[in-house]
């Protein structure tokens, strides 16, 4: 009913940026939140940043200052600007988003997801 693409990825030197793009298609009614989250190889899933439908947003400490979340609601899509890139920010990026259907169910979806290398 619901799917989350996400875009973007990629290889870029360190220092350098990338955008990732999260578009939510099917039968939506409301998407409450849009959350970018990331994982490495033999470690967890971290959320990285979050926006809620009234635009609060909340950054993980280690990407503060650099990333930046925003939406574009009409197009209940999702973006990340990733500026200054580290290495250690290699992962694979996860879209993930609560939507309340056109049948007014509520359900968490997942993309993809979209691997960030950041390698010299």
């Known amino acids: 009913q619901v799917q989350l693409v996400e875009s973007g990825g990629g290889l870029v030197l360190p220092g350098g940026s990338l955008r990732l793009s999260c578009a939510a298609s099917?039968?939506?009614?409301?998407?409450?939140?849009m959350a970018w989250y990331r994982q490495t190889p033999g470690k967890e899933l971290t959320l990285v940043a979050i926006?809620?439908?009234?635009?609060?947003?909340n950054y993980a400490d280690s990407v503060k200052g650099r990333f930046t979340i925003s939406r574009d609601k009409n197009a209940n899509t999702a973006y990340l600007q990733m500026n200054s890139l580290k290495p250690e920010d290699t992962a694979v990026y996860y879209c993930s988003s609560t939507i309340a259907t056109l049948a007014k169910e509520s359900g968490t979806y997942w993309g993809q997801g979209t691997q960030v290398t950041v390698s010299s």
């Open positions: 926006i809620n439908s009234g635009g609060t947003i």
């Open positions: 099917g039968s939506i009614f409301r998407v409450e939140y």
